[in-house]
C-alpha cells in the first residue's frame, strides 16, 4: 500500500511541478514577447506546458538535449506558441 500512495503523490507532485515550469516559462515568453495577450495565469500556464512540450520536441528532434537546451526550447517553444495564438486572434 505504501507503494501505490508513494507513486500516487510522486504523480502528483509531479504534475504541480509541470504546472508551475510551465507557468514560468510562459511569463518568461510574454514578457519576451510584450503585447497584447489573450488570456490569464492559466493561459500563460497552459502556453508555456505547450511551448515546453513543442521545444522539447523540436530540439531533440535535432539532437539537443540537456537541462540548459530543455529550458531554452521550452521558452523558445512556448514564444511560438505565443505568436500563433496572436496570430489567429488576430484573424477572428
Known amino acids: 500500500m505504501e507503494n501505490m500512495i508513494g507513486t500516487i ?3 502528483l507532485i509531479g504534475l504541480l511541478i509541470v504546472v508551475v515550469f510551465g507557468l514560468f516559462v510562459g511569463v518568461l ?3 519576451l514577447l510584450p503585447g497584447k495577450d489573450p488570456g490569464g495565469w492559466i493561459v500563460t500556464s497552459l502556453l508555456g506546458i505547450a511551448g515546453s512540450w513543442v521545444g522539447h520536441l ?5 539532437g ?3 537541462l540548459a537546451s530543455s529550458i531554452i526550447g ?3 517553444g512556448a514564444m511560438l506558441l505565443l505568436l500563433l495564438v496572436r496570430v489567429i486572434r488576430a484573424r477572428t
Not at 58 to 62: G, H
Open 9 to 11: 503523490e510522486g504523480g
Open 64 to 66: 539537443m538535449t540537456g
Open 58 to 62: 523540436l530540439f531533440s528532434s535535432i
Open 74 to 76: 521550452a521558452i523558445l
Open 29 to 31: 515568453a510574454k514578457l
